[in-house]
């Protein structure tokens, strides 16, 4: 076919201007690179918004006791050490310096009484680590990270663009096509390198916070392109999302809330968190709720309250209430504030004070769904939040197994494990995504322009285009992906079965014919149909990667959870799942050992569980 395209050359090419995309623009700029930044929706709308709660790093300034070695095992533990410990390991050293670099690029973070950056509580993280800015905390850091990179005259940014395909020379990648949302109009980019930074696949499930991008886009490009996905079995479900009213079901309810005191209730007022306490969580099994609050409030001889667990534990406790019938009437708990009023001087000084340290969450439930939560208790439930696996990198480099392409963020794999605390998520991305930067314009360095196959190019471009030009069937596209989300939701989701999960495979096979059936109306431009055409394989390898991997997966750990394998099993903590692209273009699973934590990471462990 002809190709009307719009062409650009860099050294780095970008896919994603969230956290991590445009910490790698950042850094590959200012190590003397052309930098391209492809955005799927509008400069500064990208998910990271929606991290709220705060930035984890061991800043130590609320709790001296605090340290990288503290953050290194808090976040191997929340993983169920299935982490590459090397990335976990670099994340904690590296993420403080991180978040002070943020701060002198002019991000305006809460305070101390005394001007150091003020760090809450949340779950799983043994002392209060998240440094925020009331609950605006990613809104803050894009708006920092955007401001920073959009001044460089070597950063070049297309929004509304979305990329369809990696281009290769031989075994390395040299580029990418894509298309304008807007016009249908082709964008061609030769780069040396390419960064992926795309976020996840949360719109694979029925009822989730992601917003409508996040459709795993940047785990299919790598997969089609060769490289290896790992872990993607743990998909974490977080434990409150609004559950009304349904247009707004799974918006995320930030876990600043339960960091702030918030407890959690059944429609019988009963606190049933205290219900469910492991027996190593703090070493303590009180259960004095006074000592919950507590610690809420600085006392540091206190239990935590077993509100601030690992989200995937209180994801479970929350579903299992609901099946017990002790539900709220929409199908949640109940997530309750209000109640500091007893502890803080009364009502009045509870809203100020509420309204204050959680203005977005006062105006989301306000707005959305009329509710003042500083009078009233919110109905929150479980909703698909962030996926743990992604593209299989290098730990210190974020390259993946294909030459020249790099990944970050949430759209990377192996820091994370089995479940990701919160609050990593954002220092995640900023430590990783400065990393992959730095590596990829290194690689460019090295490198010089790779040959672009025209027979390549033009057809990938006539694969995007022929839902129009030649439908071979009357499926509608937003069908099919209905289809598939309600199927995932209830088949591979919070506790998973393996004969529902194999019913999920063939399912996805069935979607798979159907995909090939759909069609759009002829004209690119202004064309949403042919838009969710082109994301229903992302979809559908997304689907297929997390639902072949948990299947294999034969135990409960972290964000799995199977009612057929229950309990942790000692064999299968060897084993990442590896999925791949295999000869035949079908996808195969591979059980990959898990990297080894040296002796001193090992003591470091011991250290602190004691």
């Known amino acids: 076919m002809a190709l009307d395209h719009l062409s650009h050359d ?202 409508w991008e996040y459709t795993g886009d940047g785990y299919a490009l790598a997969y089609d392109a060769g490289a290896e996905l790992i872990d993607m079995e743990f998909v974490q479900f977080h434990p409150t999302g609004m559950v009304w009213p349904p247009s707004v079901k799974g918006i995320l309810v930030t876990e600043g809330v339960r960091g702030e005191g918030g407890i959690l209730v059944n429609s019988q007022g009963e606190r049933f968190m205290f219900n469910d306490i492991p027996e190593n969580y703090r070493n303590q099994t009180a259960k004095d709720k006074e000592e919950g609050w507590r610690y809420v409030t600085g006392d540091k001889t206190a239990m935590r309250p077993p509100e601030l667990l690992t989200r995937d534990h209180v994801a479970r406790c929350i579903n299992r209430e609901v099946k017990a019938g002790r539900g709220s009437p929409h199908g949640g708990v109940y997530l309750d504030i209000t109640w500091i009023k007893e502890r803080v001087g009364g009502p009045a000084k509870a809203a100020e004070l509420i309204r204050k340290k959680l203005p977005s969450m006062y105006h989301q439930f306000l707005e959305l769904g009329g509710l003042d939560i500083t009078t009233e208790r919110m109905e929150v439930g479980p909703t698909t939040h962030y996926t743990m696996g992604g593209i299989h990198v290098d730990g210190d480099t974020q390259m993946s197994t294909v030459p020249g392409l790099f990944a970050a963020g949430e759209a990377s794999g192996g820091l994370h494990g089995a479940n990701r605390l919160g609050g990593n998520s954002l220092s995640d991305l900023l430590v990783f995504g400065k990393r992959a930067g730095e590596f990829a314009a290194k690689f460019a360095k090295e490198q010089k322009a790779g040959w672009l196959d025209q027979a390549q190019i033009e057809a990938a471009a006539t694969d995007a285009v022929h839902w129009m030009d030649a439908p071979t069937g009357n499926e509608n596209p937003y069908t099919v992906q209905a289809d598939l989300q309600k199927s995932m939701q209830a088949l591979v989701g919070i506790v998973r079965l393996e004969g529902e999960m194999r019913q999920a495979l063939d399912k996805i096979q069935e979607f798979k014919a159907r995909a090939k059936k759909v069609c759009a109306p002829t004209g690119r431009t202004y064309n949403p149909g042919w838009h969710t055409c082109l994301d229903l394989p992302s979809l559908l390898i997304s689907a297929e990667a997390v639902t072949i991997s948990a299947i294999e997966r034969k135990e409960s750990r972290g964000a799995q959870f199977r009612d057929d394998f229950p309990d942790k099993s000692k064999e299968e903590a060897k084993w990442n799942m590896v999925v791949k692209k295999g000869p035949d273009g079908k996808m195969v699973l591979e059980r990959r050992a898990v990297k080894p934590q040296t002796a001193e990471m090992k003591q470091i462990i011991e250290d602190q569980a004691k």
């Open 10 to 211: 860099c050294d780095v090419l970008v896919i994603g201007a969230g956290g991590a995309g445009l910490r790698a623009a950042i850094e590959a700029a200012d190590l003397g690179c052309s930098v391209h930044v492809v955005t799927k929706s509008l400069l500064g709308k990208a998910h990271t918004v929606m991290a709220e709660g705060g930035v984890a790093a061991s800043l130590g300034n609320v709790d001296d006791r605090d340290g990288w070695k503290v953050h290194f095992a808090d976040t191997m533990r929340g993983g169920q050490y299935m982490n590459n410990p090397r990335m976990a390991e670099l994340h904690a050293k590296e993420s403080p310096a991180r978040v002070k670099e943020l701060e002198l690029w002019g991000a305006v973070f809460d305070r101390t009484a005394d001007g150091k950056i003020l760090q809450r509580n949340f779950g799983g993280h043994r002392f209060p680590r998240l440094a925020h800015v009331g609950d605006r905390t990613g809104l803050e850091i894009i708006r920092t990270l955007q401001d920073h990179s959009i001044h460089k005259t070597t950063v070049a940014v297309s929004m509304e663009t979305t990329i369809v395909k990696l281009l290769k020379d031989g075994d390395r990648v040299c580029g990418a096509l894509g298309y304008e949302r807007v016009s249908g109009r082709f964008v061609l980019i030769k780069a040396k390198a390419v960064v992926i930074a795309t976020g996840g696949l949360g719109r694979a499930f029925e009822v989730t916070s992601n917003s």
